[in-house]
């Protein structure tokens, strides 16, 4: 039986907790003590609590994050009613600032807020000798990474073969974005090189193929990101996929160039426009070159097999809806393959909490604390952006509305279009998810038809295509019969 539990709340199953992995990885002679145990939000509470005491673990740390936070606050409070006795120990971005004002805290026993690799093995260190400190809530200095031990081995064949594993070149980010944790980042910080470079062989010799970097500036440093690039040129097969967060407005040329060498669907770069409006990015300290970095989209579209995934952030002080509809139609323009609508998050901790009161800001109280209104965006219009934003995500960036988004976005502003058909998807089904692939394209025909106001040929012509391009032995006529509204869609226009 393990002295020590290390379990999180996953998003989803395919997710693997990279956190905690880290430090299962730097336990040093605690780690044979010590074992690994991941649930999702699929699992209910009891169970999770039934698994945890199966253990007998003595010490249970916790990972904390936005996604599990109501979960796990249940779980915390769960255990501590049936083992008064147990120490838990709660770790992540979560619980690492607010402190005073969250339950969680106050129901486990230690918090350590910040990177907690050598602080949750010190802590443990301790505790295991009988001792109980009496400061409760940690704030350890960033490790050197250069003695951290890598977690990469870590990874099992499941994790390898049926999950998303993730891996860090960097930690650190040197803009100052106000809506975001890594403003309070004091520097960049890299792993060193050769050593990471020979994780990431042993995670391929293992057979990984799809590696996920975590860092917040990828091409921050040019000859960093050549080495890596280059390791994995070195190592092409058809399979492999690379995402990485990069920063839009620089590309010099030796990067350029290595990009240009990788095949197409290979590399995916996640691209943060978040706003074009400049009184937007002032207010937020987001800086940015808008002529570079639409000079270097167009080339990754135009010149490369680059996947973009870029995003907008809507409900930023000093941008209206008018202003958000143009930076959208601005980023259409350029044709990304992606382009994720996030809404405004107050994240425990940022810089934004200073700007609440002067430009109106309320966010919902519950994760993801997604905003609400401000002083510029109504109620109202702030839940039509969110459904803008789902609807989106399921037709113009799931790939399979191809020939539609083209027909969607040929008018004069993509974004007012989008937003007629979302209204009108939502007046007739009320609801944004759960919405049968089969069914979706039947509605998004007659929403061109009766919410956009688009001619029936085209529509026809746009969304059989997509149609039968994936269901191939359906008749496109079939997208013609009237959708009739369902138990909800009664519902919601009836109140």
């Known amino acids: 039986m393990p002295d020590i539990l290390l379990t999180t709340i996953n998003a989803r199953y395919t997710h693997a907790a990279f956190g905690l992995r880290y430090l299962l990885a730097n336990l040093g002679p605690l780690q044979s003590q010590a074992t690994l145990l991941e649930f999702d939000l699929e699992k209910r509470t009891l169970e999770m609590a039934e698994a945890i005491l199966a253990t007998q673990a003595k010490i249970v740390g916790v990972g904390v994050y936005i996604w599990n936070a109501e979960p796990a606050a249940r779980l915390v409070a769960l255990l501590k009613h049936i083992r008064p006795e147990l120490i838990i120990i709660l770790g992540g971005p979560e619980v690492s600032h607010e402190t005073d004002r969250q339950a969680i805290i106050q129901t486990a026993d230690y918090v350590i807020c ?5 602080a949750f093995r010190e802590l443990c260190q301790v505790l295991l000798s009988g001792t109980r400190p009496t400061e409760r809530i940690i704030h350890p200095p960033p490790p050197p990474l250069d003695q951290l031990q890598l977690p990469y081995d870590l990874y099992t064949r499941e994790d390898i073969q049926h999950r998303l594993v993730y891996v860090e070149a960097s930690r650190g980010c040197p803009f100052k974005c106000a809506f975001c944790l890594s403003a309070l980042d004091q520097k960049v ?5 050769e050593r990471f470079l020979d994780g ?13 970097f975590v860092d917040r500036t990828f091409n921050l440093e040019v000859n960093h990101s050549l080495a890596i690039l280059h390791f994995f040129l070195e190592r092409l097969t058809p399979d492999l996929f690379l995402h990485f967060e990069v920063i839009p407005d620089r590309l010099p040329e030796p990067l350029k160039e290595i990009i240009a060498r990788f095949p197409e669907g290979i590399l995916q770069f996640e691209v ?18 808008d002529q570079a970095a639409h000079d270097n989209l167009l080339w990754l579209c135009n ?14 002080p000093h941008e209206d809806l008018i202003s958000f509809a143009a930076g959208f139609d601005r980023l259409v323009a350029i044709s990304p393959q992606e382009i994720q609508v996030g809404i405004l998050k107050r994240l425990r901790g940022t810089p934004l909490l200073d700007l609440e009161k002067e430009h109106g800001l309320i ?12 002083k510029l965006i109504s109620f109202t219009e702030m839940a039509r952006i969110r459904r803008f934003a789902r609807y989106w995500e399921m037709i113009g960036n799931s790939g399979r509305f191809t020939h539609t988004r083209e027909l969607m976005v040929a008018g004069g502003s993509p974004f007012r279009d989008f937003m007629k058909l979302s209204d009108w998807l939502f007046e007739e089904t009320g609801r944004t998810h759960r919405i049968a692939l089969r069914k979706l394209f039947r ?27 994936i269901f191939k032995e359906e008749k496109i006529a079939w997208l013609q019969t009237p959708p009739s509204p369902g138990k909800q869609s009664k519902t919601h226009k009836a109140a």
């Open 303 to 316: 010149q490369t097999g680059v996947h973009l995934h870029t995003d907008l952030i809507a409900g930023l």
């Open 200 to 212: 990431l062989d042993q995670l391929y010799k293992q057979g990984l193929r799809a590696f996920k």
């Open 443 to 469: 509605l998004v025909y007659w929403g061109l038809l009766k919410g956009v106001g688009l001619d029936t040929k085209r529509c026809l012509e746009a969304v059989g295509r997509d149609f039968t391009h």
């Open 272 to 289: 943060g426009i978040q706003s074009y409006h400049q009184g937007a990015r002032e207010s937020i300290n987001r800086r940015q070159d």
């Open 189 to 193: 910080r890299r792993f060193p090189q």
């Open 363 to 374: 966010f919902n109280p519950a994760p993801p604390y997604d905003l609400l209104e401000n």
């Open 114 to 118: 910040g990177e907690g690799e050598v």
